[in-house]
């Protein structure tokens, strides 16, 4: 724990009362926009929640895995786009130097994303490589003391506001498999680097994703994640364990707000005489959500503890991030039900959020490659005890 319990607490409190007061109100001028609005942004920066992860020594906060998770299971309960719009800098766009850059990039990038001033981008996925994200095509040819990148990334998070990209380059043409790919980092305006305008999205509306594009983008060595070649898969992959608990929290945050709306909504409404609440099919529903969400935040908490214990969460993340997801997805579609017609148009925010959950079951791997996850390392380790 980066903090001690009071400062945790407080910290906590902040940001719940900043979800409410000033988060909360904004959603549908999040959707209005399509952005997220200016003074919020700033807002968001002057809170810290650029540099909730970025170690104190370089101007972060510094939080913990277990610390991460609370504060992202409290912003989880407004629209995803808030969270989204910092979440690459706190998460993929910064981790990857965090836990494996050199002293001069984390020097030189870090105190900047702390403040928000840099915003971190994380480019993996291409058009041709999604799930299977080691065959990814983008390449680098060695020229001097720098690398020539060429290629393209799909659907890169913040690529309009990014500052900085770390992306995932074939630095090795004879090897096509994980061990060929180098992390680079490649700054915005880098000659030959180009952003496609944003993506139209079924929901995360305020949250700008678009392609980026390599076009003989020139970089020197001292860009390399690490300054090793051929360590970028194996990076992103530890980077990707994180992020996915810091999804599987969001998730929970988003359950915690779809209930609560489902229970005002089921005290308040009145159907055959009664509220909606004292009727037990619904009562069956509103259990089954409660339910389902204490599951997934006891996987949450855990997998973060013992990521902050040192252990490998791998697995415990891709558990956390499966199960968690496709809970909010059901939790999501409980309250369009419980609303009824009201859960269908957009003067609730049920609707909204309907949408939006639906992208955790897909980005930082789809349900089924944390399924493939699991299972691989279960089979694996079952093998190893048979001796096979
Ligand atoms: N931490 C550290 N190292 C890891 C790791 C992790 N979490 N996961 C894999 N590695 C290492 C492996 O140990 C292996 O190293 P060695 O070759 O030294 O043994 C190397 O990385 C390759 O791993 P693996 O063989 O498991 O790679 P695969 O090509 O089989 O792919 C999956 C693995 C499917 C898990 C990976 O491609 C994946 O996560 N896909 C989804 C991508 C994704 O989430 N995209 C979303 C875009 S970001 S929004």
Known sequence: MALDQETLDQLIDTVQRFVQERLIPNERKVEELNDIPPDIMQEMKDLGLFGL????????????????????????RAHGSFRSAFATTIGIGSQGIVID????????????????????????????????????????????????INGS???????????????????????KGAAGITAFLVEAGTKGLS??????????????????????VRVHKSAIVGGE???????????????????????????????????????????????I?????????????????????????????????????????????????????????????????AGYITDYPIERFYRDVRLYRLYEGTSQIQQLIIARDMIKKAREKAGM
């Open 53 to 76: 992860t970025i170690p104190e020594e370089f101007g972060g906060m510094g939080l913990g895995m277990e610390e991460e998770v609370r504060v992202i299971n409290e912003i989880g």
């Open 101 to 148: 850059g050199t002293d001069e990039q984390k020097q030189k990038y870090l105190p900047r994303m702390a403040t928000g001033e840099c915003i971190g981008s994380f480019a993996l996925t291409e058009p041709d490589s999604g799930s299977d994200a080691a065959s990814l095509r983008t390449h680098a040819k060695k020229d001097g003391d720098d690398y020539i």
């Open 153 to 175: 990334k799909r659907y890169i998070t913040n690529a309009t506001r990014a500052g900085v990209f770390t992306v995932m380059v074939r630095s090795n043409p004879d090897e």
């Open 195 to 216: 952003i496609a305008k944003p993506d139209e999205k079924l929901g995360h509306h305020g949250t700008l994703t678009s392609d980026v594009n390599f076009d003989d």
């Open 229 to 275: 070649e051929g360590m970028g898969f194996k990076t992103a992959m530890k980077v990707l364990d994180r992020g996915r608990l810091h999804i599987a929290a969001g998730s929970c945050g988003a359950a915690n707000r779809l209930i609560d709306e489902c229970l005002n909504y089921a005290i308040d409404r009145k159907q055959f005489g009664q509220p």
């Open 277 to 341: 609440a004292d009727f037990q099919l619904v009562q069956g529903m509103l259990a089954d959500s409660k339910t389902e969400l204490y599951a997934a935040w006891c996987m949450v908490l855990d997998a973060a503890q013992r990521r902050d214990k040192g252990e490998r969460i791998t697995v415990e993340a891709s558990c956390a991030k499966y199960y968690a997801t496709e809970m909010v997805g059901r939790v999501a579609d409980r309250a369009v039900q419980i609303f009824g017609g």
